[in-house]
Structure formats: C-alpha cells, structure tokens
Nanobody
Framework: QVQLVESGGGLVTAGGSLRLSCVASGPIFSLAAMGWYRQSPGKQRELVAG???????NYADSVKGRFTISRDNAKKTVYLQMNSLKPEDTAVYYC????????????WGQGTQVTVSL
C-alpha cells in the first residue's frame, strides 16, 4: 500500500511563498499521475494541481499562474511551489494519485496545514 507524507506547510502573510513536499512509498510512483488537493473548513476537498508521469501539468483556475507542481521520480517526491499566496489559499493540503473524482481516492496522508494571513 502506498504511503504519502506531506510537509512544508506553515503560516505566511499574503503575498508570501511556500513549497510543499510529498514523499510517496511504493514501486509505481514514476508511472503514476499525482495531484495536490486541499480542504478548508466547511468545504469539500478539491484538486489544486496535477502532474502526469510524463510531466504534463494542470491547475485549478484559482491557482493558475501562482502555483507550480513538479516531481522527482528518483526521490518519489511531488512538490507544490506556491507563490503570491492569498488568505483564500488557507487549507490543509494533501497529495494523492490524480483523479477528477476526489471521493474515490483512498490512503490519504495527514496533510500539511497552510495558513495565509493578511
């Protein structure tokens, strides 16, 4: 079973930056499309960014131009560089396999809290 460990969250002021990391166990990481998701209180977990095995990326409109997803297959790690952070980016961020149907995903890690203050 794949284990996912997220890190890199914290408290930043609006306009600041953070870089999140997600280390995955398991032999198939290099073949898997991966995604970063977030969930804020009272809201459903949503897909923020995805990266396919070949490196193709896609982003939610709300983060396009500010966030960059990348991966290092040798380290089995997916990154999310977040720039120009806004208070509405405040959430717990998770990584998992990429899916348009978040409800079907299992094996979530503990996530990493990102808090953006004014």
């Amino acid at each position: 079973q794949v284990q996912l460990v997220e890190s890199g969250g914290g408290l930043v002021t609006a306009g600041g930056s953070l870089r999140l990391s997600c280390v995955a166990s398991g032999p198939i990481f290099s073949l898997a499309a991966m995604g970063w998701y977030r969930q804020s209180p009272g809201k459903q977990r949503e897909l923020v960014a995805g990266i396919h095995a070949g490196g193709t990326t896609n982003y939610a409109d709300s983060v396009k131009g500010r966030f960059t997803i990348s991966r290092d297959n040798a380290k089995k790690t997916v990154y999310l560089q977040m720039n120009s952070l806004k208070p509405e980016d405040t959430a717990v961020y998770y990584c998992n396999f990429l899916s348009n149907d978040v409800a079907t995903l299992r094996g979530w890690g503990q996530g990493t809290q990102v808090t953006v203050s004014l």
